[in-house]
């Protein structure tokens, strides 16, 4: 069957042959109806022949002429009418010959094409079409195309009643449910003589994999866009000196810094003039791609709102659009920047702390030497005597020397005392009201925490923290101000406590905050180093702050500051909080108490072992003396079951005391022993404290100090019958 469109096409040329076979077929009846004219006329000659028998001759040659000039054109006509019958046979041979070329490219197009009539009779569908709907040509022409659907009316958004309505091209997109095929669908319309559409072809054409190429399209740009406008760091492509794509957290940042097209100004204009080096433009060449090898390069920002960032950069020479431009990744470091720093001021003031504990240990036993020499000197003095009163003021200066020692100790790792449970709203609301008391020009304003968790602390240092942080405060104000006091209840997660190198957890935050002159970077970053001081000298001594951070870090805390110049300062202070319940603590009563038992006293310093030996037997004691470790475990073993106790120095070269303490153990396991140091090292004394050790006397300690440890120590464990004699 041809297609219609085709046929339509060459009706005319048809309809001239059949006129010329027309006009042939009058030719001819014209020229038999000229013969029998002839003929009748030859009759009627014959006729005329007889009566006129003279003009015979002469008639017959005219009519002989006549019929052979018809005959020759008769012949001339035929000849035309078998030249005109073989092109109409040879015009139809190459018309069905081009029908059927044409019917089979049709046939040969994987596209579906159709022709309906203005009722969307189908008239004619390629093989493709059958195909698609699984049916055959009888089941198919004839029938309107949505009926092909199961429908009982056109399509929303038909092509067809879209050509209807406006003569025009059609177009649409149809997914067909039951072969899982998306179908773009074109119509153009087939116009008459008179320009009206009386017929539609349609050229179907399967999209499935475009579809699917675009569904993938669209969720591989989502993916992007997910990945790259969430992304912590901001990604930006410059070419030629200008931004080509900035992702949501380049823009952020851009803003922070004030940095837009309208601004006029270069990147390099914003970065700190520290971290430009000696090229001025070099982050300006960077971002255009002028430098053959980039690498992360870090440095700092100055915000429009006066801050200072720190930032990272990351550049990639790239093609963008087929021209040279860079990838660039940028991002905030400034947290990354504030850890390292911590980490590494801790590192230091962690070095400092150790420097510091072994002068003030060195220092205690000076000061140990001084004291026990005056508390031998007052068992030789009247109680009225004018040496009473110089004895006096040479131990107010060991006291002295001893606070400032503890400020040492409380700045050196481990320089804790007693551990109990306190209340810290407790503590700090009697330390600002005994400071209040003095500063009077101070004001002080609270904010605690109801129900404030417990923390395991030495309640005197902590107190020394807080005066200490007061004292700054006060300074800070030049004497006069607003002094905040906060507490609060905090969980601190592995981000903020790894860098302080202490665990997560529950903590009591304790804040104060002062309105004086704050501070600037340079500063801040070394108020925690001993001896350090912005005061004129002899104003202050720098172990102030040194000492609050040690005692904090040795409870395994965590102070931080924020300061800048003009507007005050907080210091923050983190301590593990605990479940126990805080104690009450009772004043103890030290009187001079004497003994004569026998004690080991163990010291590499021979000055101590002078002056402990001198106030050991002041109070009546028997002594044997060891100036090492190992003659102390050799004495011992050998006068075990006379020595009842040992008053063991924690620091000393070669065997120290925690090795002495482990040997002494072995050979008595009950062995009462006074641990005894100008330097408590924490980790240490806890350990031997909780493996034995019976209590720790600091240096330097006077004569009834000594003599109430001792008694304390030999009458408790007496009434247990717990001694080395015994063991």
């Not at 992304?231 to 080509?244: D, W």
């Not at 481990?414 to 003095?438: C, E």
């Not at 702050?545 to 924020?562: C, D, R």
């Not at 720790?696 to 247990?720: C, E, T, V």
Request: a negative charge; hydrophobic letters at 40%.
């Amino acid at each position: 069957m041809s297609i219609y469109p085709v046929k339509q096409s060459l009706e005319d040329p048809i309809a001239r042959l059949e006129a010329q076979l027309e006009q042939e077929r009058q030719l001819r009846m014209d020229a038999e109806s000229r013969i029998r004219v002839v003929v009748s006329d030859n009759k009627r000659l014959e006729l005329e022949l007889i009566r006129h028998r003279d003009h015979f001759e002469a008639l017959v040659a005219g009519r002989t002429a006549e019929l052979t000039a018809a005959n020759e054109k008769l012949i001339l006509e035929n000849r035309e009418r078998r030249l005109a019958e073989r092109e109409r046979r040879s015009f139809e041979d190459q018309f069905r010959e081009a029908s059927l070329m044409l019917e089979a490219m049709l046939n040969a197009i994987p596209d579906i094409i159709g022709v309906q009539d203005g009722n969307h009779r189908i008239i004619r569908f390629n093989d493709a079409g059958y195909r698609f709907f699984g049916k055959s040509e009888t089941q198919v022409i004839g029938r309107r195309c949505y009926e092909l659907f199961d429908q009982d009316r056109p399509c929303e958004n038909c092509v067809t009643q879209q050509i209807l309505k406006t003569s025009l091209p059609g177009q649409m997109e149809k997914y067909f449910t039951f072969r899982g095929t998306w179908m773009d669908i074109r119509a153009y319309p087939i116009r008459d003589m008179d320009g009206r559409v009386f017929r539609i072809v349609e050229h179907w054409r399967d999209i499935t994999a475009l579809k699917e190429s675009q569904e993938s399209l669209v969720e591989s740009e989502e993916k992007y866009r997910l990945l790259v406008e969430n992304a912590n760091e901001g990604i930006f492509i410059y070419q030629g000196g200008q931004l080509k794509f900035s992702n949501h957290k380049a823009r952020e940042m851009a803003l922070r810094l004030g940095l837009t097209p309208q601004s006029g100004k270069s990147i390099d204009e914003y970065i700190c003039p520290d971290d430009r080096g000696d090229d001025p433009v070099y982050f300006t060449r960077r971002l255009n791609g002028q430098e053959p090898k980039p690498h992360a390069i870090s440095f700092r920002m100055n915000c429009r709102d006066g801050e200072q960032v720190w930032a990272e950069l990351n550049t990639v020479n790239i093609k963008w659009q087929g021209k040279p431009a860079t990838l660039n990744f940028i991002r905030d470091i400034t947290q990354s920047k504030d850890l390292e720093r911590r980490f590494q001021e801790a590192q230091r003031l962690d070095s400092l702390g150790t420097l510091a504990g072994g002068i003030a240990h060195d220092f205690n036993n000076l000061l140990m030497g001084i004291q026990g020499n005056a508390s031998l000197m007052y068992l030789d003095v009247e109680e009225d005597s004018l040496l009473t009163e110089k004895l006096k003021n040479i131990e107010d200066c060991v006291e002295s020397g001893s606070r400032l020692t503890k400020q040492l100790l409380g700045f050196a790792r481990g320089g804790k005392y007693v551990v109990r449970p306190v209340d810290m709203n407790q503590i700090l609301h009697s330390s600002a009201d005994m400071f209040g008391r003095t500063r009077k020009v101070v004001k002080i304003e609270g904010d605690y925490q109801d129900n404030l968790w417990t923390v395991m602390a030495d309640g005197s240092q902590i107190e020394q923290v807080l005066v200490n942080l007061f004292l700054n405060a006060w300074q800070a104000m030049s004497g006069a101000g607003t002094l905040y006091l906060k507490t609060k209840n905090i969980c601190l997660d592995d981000a903020f406590t790894a860098p302080f190198d202490v665990n997560p957890g529950r903590y009591v935050q304790i804040s104060v905050t002062d309105t004086g002159i704050g501070m600037d970077e340079a500063t801040r970053r070394r108020i925690f180093e001993p001896f350090f001081t912005t005061q004129e000298p002899g104003c202050g001594t720098g172990l102030g702050l040194a000492s609050v951070f040690g005692i904090v870090k040795n409870h395994n805390g965590i102070i931080t500051v924020q300061s800048r110049p003009g507007q005050g300062s907080t210091f923050d202070v983190y301590l593990p909080a605990s479940d126990k319940v805080p104690e009450i603590e009772t004043p103890l009563i030290e009187p001079i108490e004497h003994g004569t038992e026998t004690i080991l006293l163990v010291d590499d310093e021979q000055y101590i072992i002078d002056v402990a030996r001198l106030m050991l037997e002041g109070l009546g004691y028997q002594l044997l003396i060891a100036d090492n470790g190992s003659e102390a475990v050799r004495l011992f073993t050998e006068h075990r079951d006379e020595i009842d106790l040992v008053i063991l120095d924690m620091v000393m070269p070669g065997m120290d005391g925690e090795a002495v303490f482990a040997a002494l153990r072995t050979i008595a396991p009950g062995v009462k022993v006074v641990l005894a140091s100008g330097y408590y090292v924490m980790e240490q004394a806890q350990a031997l404290l909780k493996d034995g050790a019976s209590d720790f006397l600091q240096k330097p300690f006077n004569m009834r100090q000594l003599s109430s440890k001792i008694r304390w120590i030999l009458d408790g464990n007496k009434a247990s019958g717990v001694n080395a004699k015994t063991s």
